[in-house]
């Protein structure tokens, strides 16, 4: 099992941030794309590591054309010697169109389009492949000598695709080399009667199998040292889950768990501006019926158990003194030693 840790922030934070996490052993460092460019943030990372995977998680795809974003990668690919991936969200259409100023439409079929554009541009690059993509929402028949950067020594980005709902993981089946579950509000049951099938029907359609992707460990998870730690660490959900359950587009998981009226209530609330009464609403029951909980003690056999169609997941730890430092390693290398199927349980072809 790989382990990934974040980085993020200010572009002059991630210099020491990524170096902590190559000398502290992760095997990936990623970063989101909030309120700091993603691609910006990777590139800082890959000048300053040798070893560490490189992943954003994830880039916002819509407000930029895919050669944009194949160029950035075709860069990042050659600048971090074969480390870089690019992880791919869709964000939802207010934020399209009111934060970005861009356009919005059917999310699903657009960012198959949107990837496989990628992968023909790369392709020219690569193999002098005709430009020849004709879709309905993106279009590249134009490729001249001045702007073509040539091939690289190395494999061609992997992309990994952000999903949510049923559509999206076919998608990402069909033509994404990765996949990364919402971590924001994704509980086991929805990854396992929602997602994974949809994926398997993306893989299908495209004749490959589950070696063909990687999947990240669905992250509403909480881990502690103790029954104590854990309480504090569910109480942490409590805001991840007030802004996720509000919007609509994450209804679907909380309808799955019986909780679709605390989605009904999370959005009124959040319509009113009652940002700190949306958290205070969620209760500890309705946190663990979506929230999966492990000492660290047992998380080996809980990642063996429940992620075992994961080749990745995120772990965090505490490395303030010599003693949490050798916890935390100690913790990640048992967890790296974990080898998993890649294969979901019941969903085998």
């Known amino acids: 099992m790989k382990i990934g840790t974040g980085v993020g922030g200010w572009l002059t934070d991630v210099r020491a941030g990524a170096q902590r996490a190559e000398q502290n052993g992760y095997d990936i460092v990623s970063c989101g794309e909030l309120s700091h460019d993603s691609m910006l943030t990777m590139t800082v990372a890959a000048g300053v590591t040798e070893r560490i995977e490189l992943n954003t998680s994830v880039t916002i795809a819509f407000p930029r054309s895919p050669m944009v974003l194949a160029m950035e990668a075709w860069d990042l690919q050659h600048y971090s010697k074969g480390r870089f991936s690019i992880g791919l969200g869709s964000q939802v259409k207010g934020h399209n169109e009111r934060r970005f100023g861009g356009t919005w439409s059917a999310p699903a079929p657009r960012m198959k389009e949107y990837i496989q554009m990628m992968k023909a541009v ?29 091939p690289i020594d190395y494999p061609r980005p992997k992309i990994f695709l952000a999903v949510v709902g049923d559509a999206m993981a076919r998608v990402a089946g069909e033509v994404a080399d990765g996949v990364l579950p919402h971590g924001g509000i994704m509980s086991d049951k929805y990854m396992r009667e929602v997602l994974l099938p949809n994926v398997k ?149």
Request: net charge negative; glycine share 8%.
């Open 201 to 349: 029907i993306g893989l299908e359609r495209s004749g490959r199998t589950w070696a063909d992707i990687e999947i990240a460990a669905s992250g509403y998870t909480v881990f502690g040292e103790n029954d104590e730690e854990i309480h504090k660490g569910l109480d942490g959900l409590r805001q991840a889950l007030s802004f996720y359950g509000s919007t609509r587009t994450y209804h679907d998981v909380l309808e799955l768990h019986d909780l679709k009226y605390l989605g009904d209530e999370l959005h009124r609330l959040s319509l009113r501006g009652e940002w700190q009464k949306m958290r205070e609403i969620i209760t500890d029951d309705e946190l663990l019926k979506l929230a999966q909980v492990s000492t660290y003690d047992d998380l080996p056999n809980f990642v063996a158990e429940h992620r075992e169609y994961a080749s990745r997941m995120s772990l965090g730890g505490r490395y303030a003194t010599p003693d949490e430092r050798d916890r935390s390693r100690a913790l990640m290398a048992a967890v790296q030693k974990v080898q998993t199927p890649g294969v979901p349980r019941g969903l085998e072809f």
């Open 122 to 150: 790369w392709d020219s690059w690569q193999e002098g492949k005709k430009p020849e993509f004709l879709g309905k929402h993106y279009k590249y028949t134009l490729m001249t000598p001045n702007f073509n950067p040539g």
